[in-house]
């Protein structure tokens, strides 16, 4: 491990490895996480892996890294699982895998920096505000070094993280990828018309009519916040939330209890948008609420009604983040069709630290026309903003 003796803040010298988030205090853990984003939490690490929607038997073997000041007090963490699959990740790496194993080499299991099953950005090496962060950075990325060393595997990833954490792991020898999300801004907006009224007259029209025809039909849109999420919400929810898997994934990745312990130990950070017909849940939207961010995360419905998942998804979530002056809405991975919603491309960053060479040029070289590519998407895109050209 790298020697911390010389940091000024008094950092102490090892990287300890947790097997659980339980393993450390959350009002520890949450003074290295900050309050910005609440997927960083430690309520919510600690619902994942408590409720068993993390551990070892789905795949996801917690293997956090800790680093504590003189006092004995955590100074600096990273959230890390070992992995033995790529599922539930969005920064996707399945052709890597093959590639390598074809090549008679062994990609699982892997290390992996992220928030289970939530492509969002975040930090991932939490660092005490007190504490000299770019020393308790450099003692965090040798620690992953050391732990692949240990339980001999060849790559590590840390997904999502921020553009300046990217550069700074790409310092550490980390490679970089780029991908694409669609995040709404606000720009100020007084109300949902306030935000019309900066698009161009087509697009402005076709939201009003997708929004009219919800309207217009026998449901009722309620958004509910911290005491008003019950466990029939849940219930409810859970049931759409299973609906949306068998579709789309095949097998679920949280279960029931994980929603139980969120709206128990996060209800305030928690947003429901639930659509109901006679007073009975037919549709709903999860979204968790940072500090100016509001993330959504996941949908489902019972029965189907035309633009209802525009509705519950996109449009009220920008109405609550204007009405609590939030700067953006960020909507979650994949779907072209949010940028006509007033959501447009950002790129994402993720880093890869990869051990053998041969393996490491290959997805070097194509890292970097792919991150061409993706700058070249973004371009293309964004000449599709439905925001006026004049605005």
Not at 78 to 95: A, C, I, N, R, T
Request: glycine share 8%; proline share 4%.
């Amino acid at each position: 491990m790298p020697d911390g003796t010389d940091i000024q803040c008094e950092l102490a010298e090892e990287v300890s490895v947790l097997p659980a988030i339980s393993a450390v205090s959350a009002p520890e853990w949450d003074a290295c996480a900050g309050p910005e984003n609440p997927f960083l939490s430690h309520d919510f690490l600690n619902a994942l892996e408590e409720s068993g929607s993390v551990r070892a038997q789905t795949g996801w073997l917690p293997r956090h890294l800790a680093v504590n000041d003189r006092d004995g007090r955590l100074a600096a963490a990273m959230p890390l699982y070992l992995k033995g699959h790529s599922q539930g990740e969005y920064v996707f790496d399945w052709g890597w895998a093959d590639a390598y194993e074809r090549a008679g080499g062994r990609y699982y299991p892997k290390l992996l920096s992220a928030v289970p099953f939530t492509p969002v950005t975040g930090p991932r090496l939490l660092v005490r505000p007190d504490i000299d962060r770019a020393r308790a950075q450099e003692i965090l990325a040798g620690g992953i070094v050391a732990l692949m060393n240990q339980l001999n595997v060849t790559t590590a990833h840390v997904n999502f993280v921020p553009k300046g954490e990217w550069d700074r792991l790409g310092e550490f020898g980390f490679l970089q990828r780029m991908g694409l999300q669609y995040h709404w801004h606000n720009d100020g907006y007084a109300s949902f018309d306030a935000f019309l009224e900066a698009l161009s007259s087509r697009k402005r029209k076709a939201i009003r009519k997708e929004r009219r025809q919800v309207a217009e039909t026998d449901l009722t849109i309620r958004r509910l916040v911290g005491k008003d999420i019950e466990e029939r919400h849940w219930d409810a929810f859970f049931a759409f939330y299973m609906d949306t898997s068998d579709r789309k994934w095949g097998s679920p990745y949280l279960n029931r209890t994980f929603f139980s312990l969120l709206g128990e130990r996060m209800a305030e950070r928690v947003l429901l948008v639930m659509a109901e017909r006679d007073g009975r849940p037919v549709a709903g939207a999860l979204n968790l609420i940072g500090s100016d961010t509001l993330f959504g995360r996941n949908w489902g419905c019972t029965e189907e009604y035309k633009f209802l998942h525009f509705e519950a998804c996109y449009y009220q979530a920008i109405d609550f983040a204007i009405e609590r002056g939030m700067a953006k809405v960020e909507a979650g991975a994949q779907g072209q069709h949010k940028i006509q919603r007033g959501y447009l491309p950002v790129e994402t960053y993720s880093n890869h630290l990869i051990l053998d060479d041969g393996f490491r040029d290959a997805v070097e070289d194509f890292l970097v026309r792919e991150r061409r590519q993706i700058a070249h998407e973004k371009a293309l895109l964004l000449e599709e903003s439905p925001f006026r050209k004049d605005g």
